[in-house]
């Protein structure tokens, strides 16, 4: 089983920077895809990045690329979310979340089998 907890949350002006974090305990996840999902208040949740088992293959959705960066680190089983140029619409509880099985990223949150608790973030404007 594996349980994920994200750190790294807070409160930050427009234009800023945060970088959030997604630590395993339990089983690696080094075989399957894992992602970051948003869930602002009132909204859906949607999906914001995907990286691959490998790492060679990343997805982001429209509305952050170019600011934001997922990268892994399965040697410490924690993966990362490099947000910059924080925008107030990008205010929402980020979750990170993982794949059972598949090697593949995926924008598709049903795709995803383990689930964080959520780490808020919000920008100010």
């Known amino acids: 089983q594996v349980q994920l907890a994200e750190s790294g949350g807070g409160l930050v002006q427009a234009g800023g920077s945060l970088r959030l974090s997604c630590a395993s305990s339990g089983r690696s996840f080094s075989l399957t895809a894992v992602g970051w999902f948003r869930q602002a208040p009132g909204k859906e949740r949607e999906f914001v990045a995907a990286?691959?088992?490998?790492?060679?293959?990343?997805d982001y959705a429209d509305s952050v690329k170019g600011r934001f960066t997922i990268s892994r680190d399965d040697a410490k089983n924690t993966f990362h979310l490099q947000m910059s140029g924080l925008k107030p619409e990008d205010t929402a509880v980020y979750y990170c979340?993982?794949?059972?099985?598949?090697?593949?990223?995926?924008?598709?949150?049903?795709?995803?089998?383990?689930w964080g608790q959520g780490t808020r973030v919000t920008v100010s404007s």
């Open positions: 990286v691959s088992a490998d790492g060679s293959i990343s």
């Open positions: 979340a993982a794949r059972r099985y598949s090697p593949l990223p995926s924008a598709r949150g049903d795709d995803f089998f383990n």
